[in-house]
């Protein structure tokens, strides 16, 4: 990144850019910290819906999650140096989100175990591409603190999928709702695509100075007074 960018990012005080940013990162990291709490909570359940499973089966089932989000991490990382982090992030978002909310509707543990590794795709991208932007943006003081922060998103989501699970199961004797929030994040994308910042990396690398301006007056109104974009690009 131009180094004039990187003093100004790295210079400036923690703001509500962010803030806001931090928070999305939490809120988006907490959905994928769902998703392999949630299948632990719900194997009693399916052994009564798929009487001829068995451990190895459901071992098998729940380590694809896992391959998927290796895959997913390896892939989005490499494919958002081309098309950039937010494209690559929204769509991430939506393989899970679909990933997560279509296991509620399953037919067969075959189906399950494909959209587990599917939605394991989407969020083993996500994850990344979020510690990557506040990386980025945030200021050289806070950088640590805002990616252990939303990092923690992980273990919020943990914590909301036991509950979820055990009310689930115990009130509708159904595992397939636990998995309907998996949605959320898709009704929330307006606001993300609206809130989340492309890379200042990517935006200089394909001199986008309109982009940059964007972004740098969202983070400070008077960049200007510090840095010259069309010098920089």
Known sequence: MNNDIVKFIDSRK???FDTNLVILGVFLITFTGYAAP?????IPMLFKEWADLNWDQLGYVGSLSE????????????????????RVLITTVMIFCIGTF?????PTINIFAILRFIAGF??????????SLLSEYSPKTSKSKSVATALCGNQFGAIIASFVAIYVTTQFGQWRPVFWLGFIPVLLLPYIIKTMPESALFMLKNKDVEG??????RIDANYASSINIEESV
Do not use: E
């Not at 279509?102 to 399953?106: I, K, P, R």
């Not at 989407?122 to 510690?131: A, K, R, S, T």
């Not at 940059?212 to 007056?217: A, G, N, T």
């Open 38 to 42: 949630a299948y632990g909570s719900i």
């Open 102 to 106: 279509s296991q509620a509707f399953a």
């Open 67 to 86: 391959f998927g989000s290796l895959f997913g991490a390896l892939v989005c990382s490499v494919i958002s140096r081309r098309f950039g982090i937010k």
């Open 14 to 16: 923690f703001s509500r």
């Open 122 to 131: 989407g969020f083993g991208g996500v994850i990344p591409l979020v510690l």
């Open 212 to 217: 940059l301006k964007r972004v740098l007056s």
